[in-house]
């Protein structure tokens, strides 16, 4: 079986010695991964062990990873979701972005840090909250109002 360029992750530098198997489809050829989370985390595992810097994809990966937007990222880390973006599409982080990442991630995914898990649940529910918070209004004998 020949390695497999696994694309799908979101980077382009992953390749699959097995635990992939190509079939066919009505579209056309489809693939299907064994384990596909464990693999994912394999990679996430890998990049925070690196000794380069980490491109802008694998920082996106890593941050999808961890279910954080960018605007969470941002937060996390002082910085606004714009800064995030660009650093998403940087060759390569600066090394203090980089190193603290890094750092995040391991103390969230790998050593399982319940402080840092719950600042990142916490930020993660307040940005979502803000984005799919439901404004009420009421009408009044003045007009309209925002309800409570």
């Known amino acids: 079986m020949n390695p497999y360029h696994y694309r799908e992750c979101g980077l382009d530098n992953i390749w699959l010695m097995n635990g992939y198997e190509i079939?066919?489809?009505?579209?056309?050829?489809?693939?299907?991964?064994?384990?596909?989370?464990?693999?994912?985390?394999?990679?996430?595992?890998?990049?925070?062990?690196?000794?380069?810097?980490?491109?802008g994809k694998e920082f996106r990966f890593l941050r999808i990873m961890l279910d954080m937007s960018q605007k969470t990222v941002g937060e996390l880390m002082g910085k606004e979701?714009?800064?995030?973006?660009?650093?998403?599409?940087?060759?390569?982080?600066?090394?203090?972005v980089d190193f603290l990442f890094r750092h995040i991630y391991r103390q969230i995914a790998i050593n399982n840090s319940d402080s840092y898990r719950e600042l990142v649940e916490r930020l993660n529910h307040m940005d979502r909250r803000e984005n799919d918070a439901q404004m009420m209004f009421k009408a009044t004998e003045t007009g309209w109002d925002k309800a409570a």
């Open 23 to 55: 079939h066919e489809t009505a579209y056309g050829k489809g693939v299907s991964f064994d384990r596909a989370e464990e693999l994912d985390a394999a990679i996430a595992k890998a990049l925070t062990e690196k000794p380069a810097p980490l491109t």
């Open 81 to 96: 979701a714009q800064t995030v973006a660009l650093w998403e599409k940087a060759e390569a982080l600066k090394p203090d």
